[in-house]
Structure formats: C-alpha cells, structure tokens
C-alpha cells in the first residue's frame, strides 16, 4: 500500500479558493489512482474527484464540478485539488486516497475501493 499525507486545508470565506495537496510515498505510487473524499459533520463520506493513474482521466461529483480541478505529478508523486469558488456547504474533512490500477477508463466513486488514506485536512468555509 502507499502512504498519503493531505495538507493545504483552512479556514476561507465564500468564494475564496484552496488548493488541497497529498503526498504518497511508495515505490508504486504512480500506478494508483489517486481520488478525494470529503466528510462533513454527521453526513456519509463522499467522492469528490480522481484522477486514473492510467490515462489522466478526470471524474468529478456534481456538486464540484466547474468549480473543482483535480491534478497529479507522478515524477512527485503528488496529487492537487484546486478549489475555486467555494461554498459553505464545501465545508467537511477532505481526505486524499489511493486505488491500486483500475482498469483503463474506470473509476471508483465508492470509498471502500480505495485501499489507502490519508488522515484528512480541515476545510472550513464561512459566508
């Protein structure tokens, strides 16, 4: 398994941005998709973007999508979320994590296919 590590989080007002950063570690970290995950108080964890480790391909929720931009760097083995336009309704734990080699053109939007996490970084939007 590799081993993630989120930062970037904090405390914005609406329609600020952030850009969230996870660092993986590990001889294979290129050769997973790397997806984010948020959490809010009292609500299930839910998909908010990945990137195939393949292709570059990019998925995005709904509610992120125009607004959210996912990115890697596997020569870094670093993934970025750009956040533009934030909402309060943005506001939970956002946690990075990783799944070993889906095939070409799938992606999990389902947490428990992603086999690592990271520990989660706070993001809070005031209005």
């Known amino acids: 398994q590799v081993q993630l590590v989120e930062s970037g989080g904090g405390l914005v007002q609406s329609g600020d941005s952030l850009r969230l950063s996870c660092a993986a570690s590990?001889?294979?970290?290129?050769?997973?998709?790397m997806g984010w995950f948020r959490q809010a108080p009292g609500k299930e964890r839910e998909f908010v973007a990945a990137?195939?480790?393949?292709?570059?391909?990019?998925y995005y929720a709904d509610s992120v999508k125009g607004r959210f931009t996912i990115s890697r760097d596997n020569a870094e083995n670093k993934t970025w979320l750009q956040m533009n336009s934030l909402k309060p309704e943005d506001t939970a734990v956002y946690y990075c994590?990783?799944?070993?080699?889906?095939?070409?053109?799938?992606?999990?939007?389902?947490?428990?296919?992603?086999?690592?996490w990271g520990q989660g970084t706070q993001v809070t939007v005031s209005s």
């Open positions: 590990g001889r294979t970290a290129a050769s997973y998709t």
């Open positions: 990137i195939h480790w393949a292709n570059r391909m990019t």
């Open positions: 994590a990783a799944h070993w080699a889906p095939p070409r053109n799938y992606y999990s939007s389902s947490a428990p296919d992603y086999e690592s």
